[in-house]
T-cell receptor, first 116, second 109 residues
Framework: GAVVSQHPSRVICKSGTSVKIECRSLDFQATTMFWYRQFPKQSLMLMATSNEGSKATYEQGVEKDKFLINHASLTLSTLTVTSAHPEDSSFYIC????????????FGSGTQLSVL | QKEVEQDPGPLSVPEGAIVSLNCTYSNSAFQYFMWYRQYSRKGPELLMYTYSSGNKEDGRFTAQVDKSSKYISLFIRDSQPSDSATYLCAMDQGGKLIFGQGTELSVKP
């Protein structure tokens, strides 16, 4: 089956630093990738939709300048958390899908970000 | 009111029991309904995908959709300890997924 690789799986950083998370589709091309955020015991909340070759579409309340998304190729999208603060500590998950609908969506293994 | 409501549990059952997981929703425009399984600190894995009202079966799993009541269910037969995970319902909204909070399930040997 299709695989979505997410890296790193865990990162600990100091407050004020920036962290980059990568999401790769390993055996298919993804024109669209999605970035989610999940707090403990909470649901996945969609942050933004990443579109290859164009600007990402952010959900209401998500700061564009803080969560920078780059989708430079059909197999790679990156999420950069800029000037991270402790309240940004969360589990970040990406997903990507083949064309054809949500049944073809595959999720990465997630990145646990801890900001000290 | 949240668009998708799901009892967070936790739900604990003995091995072999039938498990019933449920979600309600408020947006009648939802057309696609999914159930995901998520192990701790991992990405969700798609279990079931349904489009219309009715039942869909896959092995020990049965997904049920009742659009008139805005209610979906996932049944797990002959539950196993390996089924212990968080189960999330999700619904499609114009290509975006709206997730329930997830129900934490523990199957005791």
């Amino acid at each position: 089956g299709a695989v979505v690789s997410q890296h790193p799986s865990r990162v600990i950083c100091k407050s004020g630093t920036s962290v980059k998370i990568e999401c790769r589709s390993l055996d298919f091309q993804a024109t669209t990738m999605f970035w989610y955020r999940q707090f403990p015991k909470q649901s996945l909340m969609l942050m933004a939709t990443s579109n290859e070759g164009s600007k990402a579409t952010y959900e209401q309340g998500v700061e564009k300048d803080k969560f920078l998304i780059n989708h430079a190729s059909l197999t790679l999208s990156t999420l950069t958390v800029t000037s991270a603060h402790p309240e940004d500590s969360s589990f970040y998950i990406c997903s990507a899908g083949r064309q054809g609908g949500n049944e073809k969506l595959f999720f990465g293994s997630g990145t646990q970000l801890s900001v000290l | 009111q949240k668009e998708v409501e799901q009892d967070p549990g936790p739900l604990s059952v003995p091995e072999g029991a039938i498990v019933s997981l449920n979600c309600t929703y408020s947006n009648s425009a939802f057309q696609y309904f999914m159930w995901y399984r998520q192990y701790s600190r991992k990405g969700p894995e798609l279990l079931m995908y349904t489009y219309s009202s009715g039942n869909k079966e896959d092995g020990r799993f049965t997904a049920q959709v009742d659009k008139s009541s805005k209610y979906i269910s996932l049944f797990i037969r002959d539950s196993q300890p390996s089924d212990s995970a968080t189960y999330l319902c999700a619904m499609d909204q114009g290509g975006k997924l709206i997730f329930g909070q997830g129900t934490e399930l523990s199957v005791k040997p």
